[in-house]
């Protein structure tokens, strides 16, 4: 086929990235630059303008893009606008006389612009990401005369997703929410549920006894609560907890993140659609780390449709926010008290004076139970001896600093402004403009994060929310950390 005068290169790129992740592939910056050379081959060297479409652009997209020249064009939404967005453009240079068009799609909806780009004797190449996702639309359009069109394997050798390593994490933290205690004895239950999630090759407990070991992290406490004859005395125990590094705690955020939001849509969303929030930039292998882990424990499953659901009816809370409403709770409570710790069995009536998460059954009695349990299982409290009694301790856990640090820059924000209380949206606004330009956010992805923040620290009286108005009072947990940066 002869080359045009003027080429021009339009790529819907989370039409073709969504399609490479999903045949479990890297959607990597290795692919613009293959479709650079191709272009510009196709085009006889006469590539005049390239643009890319996107919600947003990974990092490492937006070097390549930057290093052959090709325009970003950030858009609204995953799906229309990119399709509206190209198909403005290609008009526009269709009338500026250029005369080859390399599409990247395999969306349907850009069938009308190609029959008018061939309609208008042009030369149209077609790049799409999986033969397999084409509708017989699409794949009809693309016998017709004037048009050439290849897989996108046809230019770049496509790489596999590396290994999983998510799954062995979120299992155990799983078995943590379920309440299981890591390290210990055998329930009867625990390592029966990591060999049926394919975590364990079998039931073998010493196979268990390695995975704990890989992943999680021994601390010894020497006024661990032990039950005695006269009630409770202090010994020295040692507890396993996951060690939750910054990559994992990465991987926990976005795994977090999906749960709620298919929790939220009982119908389920696609895997374009789960691309948001945390993983709005991923390049592939953090989604398919998420979708494994929580296929893999049975949390979600994938339907006929390519949509994934939740399985259980309690997730809307995910992995985090019951941890940040157990920590807030037993800190502000530890703090008012200016004690160390609090009789273990005032924890359950603390959490649910004003419950957790939302809904009618907030304060029920097994919801709160449940979450208590969980805090312990995964560390973020602790039974210390204190006079012969069992208490409840808050745990440095990194599962808990995110609050903590919300906490913070919130009552430096607006501690000052109390007893007066700020507009909800006013607060709202801070916590979008403070996370605008950081790599990793303290206030979340979306406006359902803030005001989960809001919401926990609320119920734990570290503030007060009412009728779209919030007061940051003066605490001591806030005053403990207010001059921190």
């Known amino acids: 086929m002869p080359a045009g005068n003027k080429g021009v290169l339009l790529v819907d790129w989370d039409n073709l990235s969504s399609a490479v992740i ?36 990974d990092g490492t997209i937006t070097t390549a893009m930057a290093e052959h020249l090709i325009d970003a064009d950030v858009v609204v939404s995953l799906k229309e606008q990119a399709d509206i967005h190209l198909t403005v453009l290609a008009m526009d240079y269709l009338h500026q006389g250029c005369d080859h068009f390399v599409l990247v799609t395999g969306d349907q909806d850009f069938i009308p612009l190609i029959r008018r780009l061939l309609r208008d004797g042009c030369l149209v190449t077609v790049v799409y990401g999986d033969p397999d996702r084409l509708s017989p639309q699409f794949r009809g359009i693309l016998t017709l005369p004037g048009l050439d069109s290849l897989c996108i394997d046809d230019i770049y050798a496509l790489r596999k997703l590396p290994p999983s ?43 268990y006894w390695a995975l704990v070991e890989s992943v999680g992290r021994k601390v010894t406490r020497t006024d661990a609560a032990a039950r005695d004859k006269s009630g409770f005395s202090p010994r020295s125990m040692t507890r396993t907890y996951l060690d939750v590094a910054p990559g994992r705690f990465t991987d926990l955020v976005a795994v977090d993140f999906v749960l709620r939001r298919l929790a939220a849509r009982p ?24 979708l494994d882990a929580l296929t893999g424990v049975r949390l979600v499953r994938k339907g006929a449709d390519d949509t994934y659901a939740v399985t259980v009816d309690d997730l809307a809370l ?43 059954d907030r304060r029920a009695a097994g919801r709160i139970n449940q979450v ?36 913070h820059e919130l009552y430096r924000a607006f501690a000052d402004r109390a007893p007066s209380p700020v507009p909800e949206n006013e607060i709202l606004e801070f916590m979008t403009v403070r996370d605008r330009t950081r790599a990793e956010p303290v206030f979340g992805y979306d406006s359902r994060d803030r005001h989960r923040i809001l919401r926990v620290l609320a119920q734990s009286r570290a503030l007060t929310w009412r009728d779209e108005k919030v007061t940051v009072p003066r605490t001591r947990w806030g005053d403990s950390g207010s001059s921190s940066a």
């Not at 479990?24 to 006469?46: F, K, N, P, Q, S």
């Not at 502000?332 to 009618?360: D, F, H, K, W």
């Not at 805090?375 to 808050?394: F, S, W």
């Open 165 to 207: 390593t998510c799954r062995d994490v979120i299992g155990l933290l799983e078995l943590q929410r379920r309440g299981f205690i890591l390290g210990g004895r055998e329930t009867g239950e625990r390592t029966a549920l990591l060999a049926d999630w394919r975590i364990l090759e079998n039931e073998d407990e010493s196979r």
């Open 22 to 57: 999903k045949r479990g592939h890297l959607a990597e910056r290795g692919i613009v630059d293959a479709l650079w050379r191709d272009a510009t081959t196709r085009c006889g060297g006469h590539l005049h303008y390239k643009h890319m479409a996107a919600v947003r652009f």
């Open 267 to 290: 119908k389920g969303y696609t895997l374009a659609q789960l691309r948001t929030g945390p993983l709005q930039t991923d390049d592939g292998p953090r989604l398919h780390r998420v």
């Open 372 to 407: 208590v349990r969980y805090a312990a299982a995964a560390g973020v409290v602790d039974a210390v001896a204190v006079d012969g009694e069992r208490h409840a301790i808050t745990v440095d856990s990194p599962l808990t600093r995110p609050i903590e640090a919300a906490y």
């Open 318 to 360: 995910g992995y985090l926010e019951p941890l940040w409403r157990v920590h807030a709770a037993l800190t502000m409570e530890c703090y008012r008290r200016q004690r160390r710790s609090i009789p273990y069995r005032n924890l359950t009536n603390l959490v649910g004076a004003s419950g957790v998460g939302q809904g009618p």
